[in-house]
Structure formats: structure tokens, C-alpha cells
């Protein structure tokens, strides 16, 4: 179940109340198109309601890692599985929920491996990455900055060449 963006989040300037999305699907369901169109939606609903403009390289680091937290939960955990998005003044939260009660670690970088990368690419693109195993599941959360640290350097470094 997906409900339109319009309807969770409050017109009007004020960039002191955050926007939230929120997404759930049935096993099989859930695409990680689906997910990353989500991101640039709220992103691009942002200014309007009177936050802060967010810098395209912190948009395709929060497309990447909700891409790769989306996949993670299709190919790891049967059933449904969920995501939510919240922007305040200083964070985007990404977080996905899905059915698998295993504790997911990074796997060590290998260049010759396909696949195994994504908790590792959202670790590198986030602040922190918090999982909350759950009995039904567990809950992984990312959180991005939105705004420039005082110190005058970039906001993250992107797993994506800038």
C-alpha cells in the first residue's frame, strides 16, 4: 500500500515540521524503482514546503542507499516488507522494514564479487546506519544530513564520483 505523497505531508512554508512517506508492499512486490522514485519525489516536494534544497550529490546518495535497503529486503527477508522517509531541517531518515530476523553485517570489500556490496554502500553514503532486530523482523535506518556541516565540507562522500 502506497499512499500519495500529497497526502502525508503538510503544504505551507515551514521547514521546522518534517515530511514523511511511508510504503508498504506485499511479498513480491516491492521494487527498488518504486522506492527510489519515492526519494526524488519528497526531495522535490521539500522546497515547497519551506525546507532546504537538497544538493543533487545528496540526492543520488539517498537514492542509492534506499535502492540498496529495498533490494536487500527482496532478496533476504520473505514477505512484506516496508519503507519510510523523513526529512527534517537536518536529516533525511531512511528506513526499511522487512520480515528476516537475521542480523545483516557488511561484507569486506571484494572487487571480483557481483554482489554482497549494499549494506556497505549505505554505510558509506550515511551518517550512521542503525538495524533494530524486531520479532517479526528488523528495522534498518539510514540517516543522511540535509544541512552543510559549520565546517564548510561536503556533506558526505558519495559513493557516486561527483
Known sequence: MVIPLSKQTADGPNEETPL???????????????????????????PRTGHTVVPPALAMDAELAVSELITNAIRHAPGACGMTLRMSKQELTITVWDSSTEQPAPKKAD??????????????????????????????????????????SPLLPSAIPH
Not at 512517506?21 to 516536494?45: C, F, K, M, N, P
Not at 564479487?113 to 528495522?139: D, F, N
Open 20 to 46: 514523511y512517506y511511508g510504503a508498504t508492499w506485499d511479498e513480491g512486490a516491492a521494487q527498488a524503482a518504486d522506492a527510489r522514485r519515492s526519494v526524488r519525489a519528497l526531495l522535490a516536494h521539500a
Open 111 to 152: 572487487p571480483h564479487r557481483i554482489s554482497g556490496h549494499g549494506l556497505h554502500l549505505v554505510q558509506t553514503v550515511s551518517e550512521k546506519v542503525v538495524v533494530a532486530l524486531r520479532a517479526t523482523g528488523k528495522l534498518i535506518t539510514a540517516y543522511l544530513p540535509v544541512a552543510p556541516p559549520n565546517t564548510g
